[in-house]
């Protein structure tokens, strides 16, 4: 028999397994239930700073909004007052009435630090790390990150339990992802139509898509890190593994937050410059898999609200692709008929490629489109400025009554139109197609099946400026081009303000004027072209810079590189009503126009326009 001190000891002993038991399910019951479904989520206080971040997206474009439709009405104003008032009478217009100019100059032309923007941060020739946005951008992203962290960590800390605060930040995290990636899938698209409403370029939307979706993922991450803790405390790793594996709701969260992460790291400057193709297939395959798990994701959370926000993400992602498509079909197609491209290899490893759109296409100055090759990887596009256009037009009689007068209109429906482009071949597909026109010869050219995607842009209209700067670099005189030409024709008709136009074309090489000679002869043979154009060509790799001549005053070459500021200075001399200052081109050109630019802000209405594309 035991004794009883044996029986006290037997007692203590069983009591104490039990007693820690009890605990182990005590603490099991205060943890686990906050890695689950909605517990300790406050949905309240999400749907508040979503309205919140919305309310400030909204008040944002507002205000965007207003100051746009305030300068279109001030520019639509002078436009008609300006129009028809000789160079001398339009000195009210070249001067500063408000103090809106230091706005401009410290705020939306400002680099972010002293003079670099879009001149690329490279480490060698091969690895570029992006350019840095400027002041105004920096101070709007800086402003909407922060108010992302403020909505994630305004929590209630009075809770006892540190684990329902952990999964108040897990739904909130998770919830603003999901709310962010709406207006960061309007800002990706290329018909967004805040591009037209606003005048802002696809470029910069393209900027702060890349930093929300930056904001998306490290939401979605800590999400997910967010789950994890709680599991972890409440189970160890073989409980989240097993979640993983087993539980549909989390095993869909995981994959969603998977392809975030690998979106972003291969998203880097670095490996999209150099892998732009690849990366641009991955990217697409990745977000269609986002958009799929998080729908289910919150599907299965039982969040039939929240999952009508994934559908509207997903629309606008399918909806821009579909028009897309429909843009290239309606372009590119008609009555039986392809479009075809002529490829013409130039000096200077340039090729002249042009379009035969088989329908009459409309196409302001300053617009660009995204061309795809047959045999050149046909899913590859990238985006060059239209440098010219051509239509081929059909004219029918007005009317039956009218026909013996001669009296006729253009029929659209039987008229084509030409698109020409000016491609420098760097490295991809623009390499390979001067290669392969190379190829054909200097007696042929070669003719390829081609696609037209656009036009895009063409936001800003020159004809309000009395005077109009227009800068290229290399290939970007393809971009200034079509203005020169609207702004003769413009002068001619009696149809815009401009009186004095300047066209400043920087190359290496002579053989370069080869890129646009045949439009720059038709440029020179318009009517009135001497009264108001004046073009410098700075050539800054000549091979004999004695054998550098002028053609005359009105047309003047010279060797070396431009003083920029001098010249600037030069032309706000002369300034004739308000000044437009445009630049395409390198980002270091660029950047050296848009600091000149700043530094004479007090001296007139000089408005600054860059044109870039940066990927």
Same mark, same amino acid.
Not at 239 to 266: Q, R
Not at 326 to 338: D, I, T
């Given at each position: 028999?035991?004794?009883?001190?044996?029986?006290?000891?037997?007692?203590?002993?069983?009591?104490?397994?039990?007693?820690?038991?009890?605990?182990?399910?005590?603490?099991?019951?205060?943890?686990?239930?906050?890695?689950?479904?909605?517990?300790?989520?406050?949905?309240?206080?999400?749907?508040?700073?979503?309205?919140?971040?919305?309310?400030?997206?909204?008040?944002?474009?507002?205000?965007?909004?207003?100051?746009?439709?305030?300068?279109?009405?001030?520019?639509?104003?002078?436009?008609?007052?300006?129009?028809?008032?000789?160079?001398?009478?339009?000195? *009210?217009?070249?001067?500063?009435? %408000?103090? =809106?100019?230091?706005?401009? $100059?410290? /705020?939306?032309?400002? +680099?972010?630090?002293?003079?670099?923007?879009?001149?690329?941060?490279?480490?060698?020739?091969?690895?570029?790390?992006?350019?840095?946005?400027?002041?105004?951008?920096?101070?709007?992203?800086?402003?909407?990150?922060?108010?992302?962290?403020?909505?994630?960590?305004?929590?209630?800390?009075?809770?006892?339990?540190?684990?329902?605060?952990?999964?108040?930040?897990?739904?909130?995290?998770?919830?603003?992802?999901?709310?962010?990636?709406?207006?960061?899938?309007?800002?990706?698209?290329?018909?967004?139509?805040?591009?037209?409403?606003?005048?802002?370029?696809?470029?910069?939307?393209?900027?702060?898509?890349?930093?929300?979706?930056?904001?998306?993922?490290?939401?979605?991450?800590?999400?997910?890190?967010?789950?994890? *803790?709680?599991?972890?405390?409440? %189970?160890? =790793?073989?409980?989240?593994? $097993?979640? /993983?594996?087993?539980? +549909?709701?989390?095993?869909?969260?995981?994959?969603?937050?998977?392809?975030?992460?690998?979106?972003?790291?291969?998203?880097?400057?670095?490996?999209?410059?150099?892998?732009?193709?690849?990366?641009?297939?991955?990217?697409?395959?990745?977000?269609?898999?986002?958009?799929?798990?998080?729908?289910?994701?919150?599907?299965?959370?039982?969040?039939?609200?929240?999952?009508?926000?994934?559908?509207?993400?997903?629309?606008?992602?399918?909806?821009?692709?579909?028009?897309?498509?429909?843009?290239?079909?309606?372009?590119?197609?008609?009555?039986?008929?392809?479009?075809?491209?002529?490829?013409?290899?130039?000096?200077?490893?340039?090729?002249?490629?042009?379009?035969?759109?088989?329908?009459?296409?409309?196409?302001?100055?300053?617009?660009?489109?995204?061309?795809?090759?047959?045999?050149?990887?046909?899913?590859?596009?990238?985006?060059?400025?239209?440098?010219?256009?051509?239509?081929?037009?059909?004219?029918?009689?007005?009317?039956?009554?009218?026909?013996?007068?001669?009296?006729?209109?253009?029929?659209?429906?039987?008229?084509?139109?030409?698109?020409?482009?000016?491609?420098?071949?760097?490295?991809?597909?623009?390499?390979?197609?001067?290669?392969?026109?190379?190829?054909?010869?200097?007696?042929?050219?070669?003719?390829?099946?081609?696609?037209?995607?656009?036009?895009?842009?063409?936001?800003?209209?020159?004809?309000?400026?009395?005077?109009?700067?227009?800068?290229?670099?290399?290939?970007?005189?393809?971009?200034?081009?079509?203005?020169?030409?609207?702004?003769?024709?413009?002068?001619?008709?009696?149809?815009?303000?401009?009186?004095?136009?300047?066209?400043?074309?920087?190359?290496?090489?002579?053989?370069?004027?080869?890129?646009?000679?045949?439009?720059?002869?038709?440029?020179?043979?318009?009517?009135?072209?001497?009264?108001?154009?004046?073009?410098?060509?700075?050539?800054?790799?000549?091979?004999?810079?004695?054998?550098?001549?002028?053609?005359?005053?009105?047309?003047?070459?010279?060797?070396?590189?431009?003083?920029?500021?001098?010249?600037?200075?030069?032309?706000?001399?002369?300034?004739?009503?308000?000044?437009?200052?445009?630049?395409?081109?390198?980002?270091?050109?660029?950047?050296?126009?848009?600091?000149?630019?700043?530094?004479?802000?007090?001296?007139?209405?000089?408005?600054?326009?860059?044109?870039?594309?940066?990927?």
């Amino acid at each position: 028999m035991p004794t009883p001190t044996f029986n006290v000891l037997l007692q203590r002993m069983e009591t104490i397994p039990s007693s820690s038991k009890a605990s182990a399910a005590d603490a099991a019951s205060t943890i686990a239930p906050f890695a689950t479904a909605l517990n300790g989520v406050n949905q309240g206080r999400n749907e508040l700073f979503m309205t919140i971040l919305w309310g400030s997206l909204g008040v944002l474009t507002a205000a965007l909004f207003i100051t746009r439709f305030a300068e279109r009405a001030s520019k639509h104003y002078r436009h008609l007052a300006a129009m028809s008032l000789p160079a001398a009478n339009q000195k *009210y217009w070249s001067k500063n009435t %408000t103090s =809106w100019w230091k706005f401009k $100059k410290h /705020i939306i032309y400002a +680099p972010l630090w002293k003079k670099r923007h879009n001149r690329e941060i490279q480490f060698s020739g091969v690895v570029n790390i992006g350019t840095l946005p400027s002041r105004l951008h920096s101070i709007m992203l800086s402003l909407y990150i922060l108010s992302n962290i403020v909505a994630c960590v305004t929590m209630d800390y009075s809770k006892r339990n540190k684990y329902e605060v952990v999964a108040e930040l897990r739904g909130r995290s998770g919830y603003l992802s999901l709310i962010n990636m709406i207006p960061l899938i309007i800002l990706a698209g290329r018909n967004n139509p805040l591009i037209s409403w606003l005048q802002i370029s696809f470029d910069t939307y393209n900027l702060i898509h890349r930093s929300m979706g930056r904001i998306v993922v490290w939401e979605a991450v800590v999400h997910t890190l967010a789950w994890g *803790y709680v599991k972890f405390a409440a %189970t160890g =790793w073989s409980g989240i593994g $097993k979640m /993983i594996k087993e539980d +549909p709701f989390i095993g869909w969260g995981t994959v969603g937050t998977a392809a975030l992460i690998i979106i972003f790291l291969h998203s880097p400057s670095p490996i999209r410059h150099a892998f732009y193709e690849t990366f641009l297939v991955c990217h697409i395959f990745l977000a269609a898999t986002i958009f799929i798990a998080t729908y289910i994701h919150v599907r299965l959370a039982g969040l039939h609200n929240v999952a009508v926000y994934v559908m509207v993400v997903a629309s606008l992602w399918v909806g821009d692709r579909l028009w897309r498509f429909g843009r290239l079909v309606y372009f590119n197609y008609s009555k039986g008929k392809f479009t075809d491209a002529t490829v013409v290899a130039l000096p200077g490893e340039a090729t002249r490629v042009t379009l035969h759109l088989p329908r009459y296409a409309e196409i302001k100055p300053g617009t660009h489109a995204y061309l795809r090759f047959d045999l050149l990887n046909a899913w590859e596009s990238h985006p060059f400025s239209i440098a010219w256009v051509e239509h081929n037009s059909v004219y029918v009689p007005k009317s039956e009554k009218l026909a013996e007068d001669n009296k006729q209109i253009l029929d659209k429906e039987k008229s084509t139109t030409d698109v020409s482009f000016v491609i420098h071949a760097h490295t991809g597909l623009t390499k390979r197609l001067y290669d392969r026109a190379a190829a054909m010869g200097p007696s042929r050219n070669l003719t390829i099946r081609a696609a037209f995607e656009g036009p895009y842009g063409g936001h800003h209209s020159l004809d309000s400026y009395g005077h109009a700067v227009l800068f290229a670099g290399s290939s970007g005189i393809s971009h200034q081009i079509p203005y020169v030409r609207r702004l003769i024709e413009g002068y001619g008709d009696e149809t815009v303000a401009t009186r004095r136009v300047t066209l400043v074309w920087i190359i290496r090489e002579p053989e370069h004027l080869e890129w646009v000679r045949p439009w720059m002869d038709a440029i020179l043979r318009m009517p009135n072209r001497r009264s108001i154009l004046h073009v410098k060509v700075y050539i800054t790799r000549p091979k004999s810079p004695r054998a550098i001549h002028s053609a005359s005053e009105k047309v003047q070459m010279f060797a070396g590189r431009p003083n920029i500021p001098l010249l600037l200075e030069q032309e706000v001399s002369q300034q004739v009503g308000a000044m437009a200052v445009t630049v395409c081109g390198p980002g270091g050109l660029a950047d050296n126009i848009r600091d000149a630019v700043r530094k004479v802000q007090d001296q007139g209405v000089i408005d600054f326009v860059e044109e870039s594309f940066t990927w």
